[in-house]
């Protein structure tokens, strides 16, 4: 199912209001891991797989990337992150993910960020990736961590008083849809074991390069309502790779 959230007016509103949304990648909680995770970008052709407002492909031209594509399924996130950019090396492409069919070599790198929980088949991306990128090329992408992912509503447990208890983690095992609540809305979103993400990458003929549970950085904690809830369960989950 290819889903398309976020060209709906009330949830582009709502999601284009979030601090990551305003103030870009040094309000992204992640941001401070994910970024000593990405390759040296200097005369690299990038591909950015869901890339919102583009921020990411603006970071990769800033940091010396010759050409940069990003795919995205909302045109409402390709006209802002178009509305930011001002540089002809970087290309806005309205598709799903699963659709890209870009030929041999490509790419020298590829990025994904908060995307692939969205995609039904994490191993046919991981396919059509392997395609396009290069010999040696890389792959770096957040997804929420299955933790965050197995239950499915993705709510805290409270008390009476409407104090947080715990995080659920439920049919963990049980891969596949799951209808979560963000932003007041009902999203649907595809639960992934750390088993499927690690073996699909290395039967894919990737060498994994790093893995990271990522904290929100030190600044956010008391600067972002909730951040501090962070710290009591993993939310995502950033990984690095190679192709051989």
């Known amino acids: 199912m290819k889903q398309n959230k976020y060209d709906d007016t009330i949830f582009f509103d709502k999601y284009s209001n979030m601090e990551r949304s305003k103030n870009g990648l040094q309000a992204a909680g992640e941001w401070h891991e994910l970024r000593k995770m990405l390759p040296d970008f200097e005369g690299k052709r990038v ?4 890339c919102g407002f583009g921020w990411h492909c603006r970071y990769a031209l800033e940091n010396g990337a010759k050409s940069i594509i990003g795919i995205d399924i909302s045109q409402k996130m390709l006209d802002a992150a178009k509305s930011k950019t001002k540089s002809e090396h970087i290309q806005y492409m309205c ?17 994904s960020s908060l995307a692939l929980h969205y995609v039904q088949s994490f ?21 929420e961590h299955p933790i965050f992912t197995a239950q499915g509503l993705q709510e805290w447990y409270y008390d009476d008083k409407g104090n947080i208890l715990h995080w659920p983690v439920d049919q963990y095992f049980t891969e596949g849809m799951r209808k979560a609540t963000f932003l007041e809305e009902e999203v649907i ?6 088993t499927t993400y690690l073996n699909s990458l290395i039967k894919a003929g990737f060498e994994i390069t790093g893995l990271v549970e990522p904290k929100p950085e030190e600044n956010l904690l008391y600067t ?3 951040m501090v809830d962070e710290l009591r369960r993993p939310m995502m989950l950033l ?4 192709k051989k």
């Open 95 to 111: 598709m799903p993910i699963e659709d890209i069919n870009f030929p041999a070599n490509s790419f020298d790198v590829v990025i």
């Open 224 to 226: 972002v309502p909730g």
């Open 47 to 50: 591909l950015d797989l869901g």
């Open 239 to 242: 990984v690095s790779a190679r």
């Open 123 to 143: 191993q046919d991306i991981l396919s059509k990736t392997s395609k396009c990128l290069s010999n040696g090329g890389d792959f770096v992408f957040s997804v």
């Open 189 to 194: 979103k595809y639960h992934k074991t750390l």
